[in-house]
């Protein structure tokens, strides 16, 4: 089974190359893995793991990552896969109310690869093996900082959780019948500008934790 695991920056799968590199997990080597830099934002990331895809046809791609959340009853630290992807800044703010595409009736809500506005994953029932925390998120090319924007946003969406690559991933597997699982762990408060209130060190370590585990999973499960 081809297994790629993309992140946006090598930082955040950093960990997981050392662990498998240590102390090899897989018991039974049905997995052939590989690892892959995005870049960050929507537009490189939705070229570079559209030219993964076309160039190395995996059988699943696992992005891994950390994110912000909206909800402050997450712990920061807490690891989730993403059911639902919508995209939180591509359209136009006017008289203090967000309009998308599908407001402006530049995109069909129901229309491939979209479902009611979300890139939905529909793989998830067959790959989502550790039974994560599923969340609806939205991806934004410019991390989400002014208070009115935030409270847009949820009134709006309802996510419980922002990155800057998830969308590209949801859309450009979706266009390409690709099994594709999204795992995040939470670093962050949306809005939450003073990095010393982040938690990168457990956001990573649980991510770590949890790539492995689900390697492991998986490598059971294609036994």
């Known amino acids: 089974m081809n297994v790629v695991i993309t992140s946006a920056t090598q930082k955040e799968t950093d960990q997981v190359r050392q662990s498998l590199t240590s102390a090899p997990p897989l018991e039974n080597q049905e997995l052939d893995l590989s ?20 160039e190395q046809h995996p ?16 712990e920061l630290g807490k690891v989730v896969v993403v059911k639902d992807e919508l995209l939180g800044d591509l359209g ?5 109310a967000f309009k998308d595409l599908f407001d402006l009736n530049l995109q069909t809500e129901n229309l491939f690869p ?12 067959e790959y989502n093996l550790g039974g994560l925390a599923e969340v609806t998120a939205i991806t934004i090319n410019e991390i989400t900082t ?8 949820k009134a709006k969406y309802e996510p419980a959780i922002e990155s800057m690559e998830g969308a590209s991933l949801h859309y450009c597997c979706l266009q390409t019948s690709t099994p594709f699982i999204q795992i995040r762990a939470i670093s962050n ?7 010393s209130k982040w938690n990168f060190k457990d956001a990573l370590d649980n991510l770590t934790n949890a790539i492995i585990e689900y390697l492991k999973q ?3 499960k294609k036994k």
């Open 92 to 96: 136009v703010e006017e008289y203090g």
């Open 35 to 54: 690892f892959h830099v995005s870049g960050v934002g929507l537009l490189s990331s939705c070229f570079s793991i559209s030219q993964l895809i076309f």
């Open 189 to 195: 408060y949306v809005g939450e500008r003073d990095k």
């Open 146 to 153: 002014r208070p009115t924007r935030i409270e847009v946003l």
């Open 218 to 220: 998986l490598d059971k």
């Open 114 to 125: 979209f479902t009611g506005r979300a890139l939905h994953n529909r793989f998830l029932p």
């Open 59 to 74: 059988d699943l791609i696992i992005q891994a990552g950390i994110a912000g959340t909206f909800d402050n009853n997450f």
